[in-house]
């Protein structure tokens, strides 16, 4: 009998794990997945045999280890590193044949595989990759997929009779051939449920050609409308390329994550993505670096993003973007509240020298914290948290300043910390039209401002300058208010003086003391030329 043909049901239950390998974590892992320990719900086999990761003996060991996994009920995730072990087609059918009966995982990472162990493990594992429908994420990290490794791949995941439901596939920094891209590529076109793409390619292949593009524009434009995540760096997609993909992003409404740097996109690629992008109202981070040179007509484009989107980080670094283009996305930032993170400068291991210069980043200062008023500077942009420059001391020590004071969560602090930080006087003029209403406010407000405790002695001067400028520009105000709550006094001494002779008949301390009240009422009128009207009896007080 052949090894692969062993009956391990039968053997169970009379064999050891001491038996089947010697390594004393090995075993340890074997016993969890044996026995369904719930904290098992990962696995890694490494050629590496790191600490936590699994590296299989000989074929028996390979064998027992696949019919745990192909029996586990608690397992989720499998991670395949390249071993020489699963070289021999043997091997990887002794393995895999075990590992198809398994129902539970959800997720199968598989690193540095060579085209022989990939076509051999999708031959192999076919029937647990249709017949799995807790599956759920396919991931091929450094590995060499040929044609027909790409096929067999194809052909897994996208089988008719397939039950398994992707939400996450990836194919990172493999070598691959544009024509194979394409296959995989069409096997996707039945998971219409795709949330999160990833096709990077830095290290090896071709990257994306005219084919594999017109396939993605048409997965993206008639499948996979739902997507969330799609990650295309390192493809040199180039202008031709990105205005097809485009087309396929327009319909690409909940994408909140797009990385399409190094793809040497020129004027015409970035305008068809940004065309594209408009109707991408979800998007939330857009990796751009290392594109090339984007241009000043680039960056108008591209900053038109930030006026309409919900865009939370902005990434073009290494596009030697200069001070034109930096003042564009200054420009943009005035009234936006959603943009934490942006990088529009060059990094110093792609490039030995900054294009931005003083004048670029003090272009962002100016937004962050326009000192000209007070009102401008309340109505800054107080929603930025980051502004990348690798070259020391690049940035102004206001924008430092400010960027750091935007990272508080309340931005009523943000905007009231600037306002106190950056002006030793407010103008009060603006506030004298609401006449004394706006007393209590500056009292409220500057109240609130105690809260900048390190900024404590500067809001009490503040307070009792901005006080008073209040009531110097407004004196005969406050006079005339001071004259109406003396005369409310006069009216509720007489009204009680009334209350307190009511049904007796008056005497002469009656008649002195209200004698008195209308001597002092005479005066207060005559202050101020106010003419009252009260009626005790009717119990009404009016300023005429």
């Keep these: 009998m052949e090894e692969h043909n062993i009956d391990y049901d039968k053997l169970v239950s009379t064999t050891k794990i001491e038996d089947i390998t010697s390594n004393e974590y090995h075993q340890y892992l074997l016993r969890q997945i044996k026995n369904n320990d719930p904290d098992c719900t990962y696995l ?43 070289d021999s087609p043997s091997a990887m059918e002794l393995f895999c044949s075990e590992v198809n009966q398994n129902r539970t995982i959800e997720r199968i990472s598989l690193y ?23 599956l759920t994420s396919i991931n091929f990290i450094a590995s060499e997929l040929d044609e027909s490794a790409c096929q067999q791949i194809s052909l897994s995941i996208g089988g008719r009779n397939s039950k398994m439901s992707l939400t996450r596939f990836t194919i990172e920094d493999c070598i691959i051939e544009d024509r194979s891209m394409v296959d995989i590529i069409l096997g996707l076109s039945l998971h219409p449920q795709l949330k999160e793409l990833d096709l990077t390619s830095y290290d090896g292949g071709e990257g994306m050609g005219r084919n594999s593009c017109l396939a993605l524009e048409s997965l993206l434009h008639w499948t996979t409308t739902d997507l969330c995540g799609l990650r295309l760096a390192g493809n040199l997609i ?60 680039g960056c108008a484009a591209l900053s038109t993003l930030l006026e309409i989107s919900t865009l939370e980080l902005l990434h073009l670094a290494n596009n030697n973007i200069e001070d034109e283009g930096a003042q564009l996305f200054a420009c943009a930032l005035e009234g936006n509240t959603t943009l934490k993170n942006l990088s529009i400068d060059n990094h110093t291991y792609f490039s030995s020298q900054s294009r931005i210069t003083d004048t670029g980043w003090e272009s962002f200062s100016r937004v962050l914290c326009d000192t000209s008023s007070v009102n401008k500077t309340y109505l800054s942009n107080h929603s930025v948290l980051y502004l990348s420059s690798k070259r020391p001391g690049a940035l102004p020590t206001i924008l430092k300043d400010c960027l750091k004071l935007n990272d508080y969560t309340d931005k009523k602090i943000v905007a009231k910390k600037k306002m106190l930080q950056y002006h030793d006087e407010f103008d009060m003029h603006p ?29 009490s001067k503040l307070s009792f300058s901005s006080l008073f400028d209040c009531i110097r520009g407004m004196p005969m105000l406050s ?35 209200i004698v008195q009240l209308q001597q002092r009422k005479d005066r207060a ?7 009252t009207n009260w009626n005790t009896f009717t119990d009404q007080f009016v300023v005429e």
């Design 525 to 531: 009128e005559e202050r101020f030329c106010i003419k």
């Design 44 to 86: 890694c086999l490494s050629q590496d045999g790191d600490e936590y990761e699994y590296l299989p003996d000989n074929l028996q060991d390979l064998g027992w280890l696949g019919y745990f996994i192909g029996k586990s009920t608690t397992l989720q995730s499998l991670v395949i590193e390249g071993i020489n072990l699963l």
């Design 431 to 459: 506030l004298l039209q609401w006449d004394l209403k706006a007393l209590p406010f500056v009292m409220n407000w500057f109240d609130n401002a105690k809260e900048c405790t390190e900024l404590e002695s500067k809001v």
């Design 479 to 513: 006079v005339y208010g001071l004259t109406v709550n003396e005369l409310r006094e006069i009216y509720n001494e007489e009204t009680a003086l009334y209350k307190r002779y009511k049904g007796k008949y008056p005497d002469d301390e009656f008649s002195a003391l």
């Design 112 to 134: 540095g595989l060579n085209p022989v162990q990939t076509n051999a493990l999708f031959k192999s594992m076919k029937s647990f990759l249709q017949s799995n429908n807790n």
């Design 238 to 297: 180039g202008d031709e390329g990105m205005k097809i993909v485009s087309k396929g992003l327009v319909n690409c409404k909940s994408l909140h994550t797009l990385d399409i740097s190094s793809n040497n996109l020129g004027g015409d690629g970035v305008d068809s993505l940004v065309s594209a992008l408009k109707n991408c109202t979800k998007l939330k981070r857009l990796y751009m670096s290392g594109s090339g040179t984007i241009t000043v007509k």
